[in-house]
Antibody, heavy 115, light 105 residues
Framework: QVQLVQSGAEVKKPGASVNVSCKAS????????IHWVRQAPGQGLEWMGW????????NFAQNFQGRVTMTRDTSISTAYVELSRLTSDDTAVYYC????????WGQGTLVTVSS | EIVLTQSPATLSLSPGERATLSCRAS??????LAWFQQKPGQAPRLLIY???NRATGIPARFSGSGSGTDFTLTISSLEPEDFAVYYC???????FGQGTRLEIK
């Protein structure tokens, strides 16, 4: 079955960077975009951007321009999001999701930014 | 940028009742709108795509309608497991609405 499995929880200091991975299985990895969405505690969903695993092309939400990088490794069917210059406002659960319909989603990765 | 506004923010209903959730776009998104359900501690789940198409495995009591700027998610008869938060999202700039919390009355 189609599945996205994300890396484990992270704790980071302000100013650091975090890298979250999303491993795909059950389908052809290069055939579907991967979207990244985050959710701060008690808040709604915030779209971060997408990566085309076939070409490596990316598109980011304006809020994250200059601070986010999305990459992929097609040899292991894995997408990555890196967010730099972290602040406490970046404390959130980070999700990956497949394709234009954003289905399915990974299980989420909690990133905590704290001094 | 296109902004989605969901209403109401909270909807209180009883099992068996009909739920009607609204999503309004600040400009036309044609039919490029999806609905997601999120339960506490879980990832969101796709319910409806392209305004009215049910995703695989979604019960028939869920239906979507609308086009342009006004969209509706209807749950015909609420089951206990339907009480959750619902989000709409459009595919022009991929932004989400702020969500509607559907709670048990």
């Amino acid at each position: 079955q189609v599945q996205l499995v994300q890396s484990g929880a992270e704790v980071k200091k302000p100013g650091a960077s975090v890298n979250v991975s999303c491993k795909a299985s059950g389908y052809t990895f290069t055939a579907y975009y991967i979207h990244w969405v985050r959710q701060a505690p008690g808040q709604g969903l915030e779209w971060m951007g997408w990566i085309n695993p076939n070409s490596g092309d990316t598109n980011f939400a304006q809020n994250f321009q200059g601070r986010v990088t999305m990459t992929r490794d097609t040899s292991i069917s894995t997408a990555y999001v890196e967010l730099s210059r972290l602040t406490s406002d970046d404390t959130a659960v980070y999700y990956c999701a497949r394709g234009g319909n954003l289905s399915p989603w990974g299980q989420g990765t909690l990133v905590t930014v704290s001094s | 940028e296109i902004v989605l506004t969901q209403s109401p923010a909270t909807l209180s209903l009883s099992p068996g009742e009909r739920a009607t959730l609204s999503c309004r776009a600040s400009q036309s998104v044609s039919r490029s709108l999806a609905w997601f359900q999120q339960k506490p501690g879980q990832a969101p789940r796709l319910l409806i795509y392209d305004a009215s198409n049910r995703a695989t495995g979604i019960p028939a009591r869920f239906s979507g309608s609308g086009s342009g700027t006004d969209f509706t998610l209807t749950i015909s008869s609420l089951e206990p497991e339907d009480f959750a938060v619902y989000y709409c999202q459009q595919r022009s700039n991929w932004l989400f609405g702020q969500g509607t919390r559907l709670e048990i009355k």
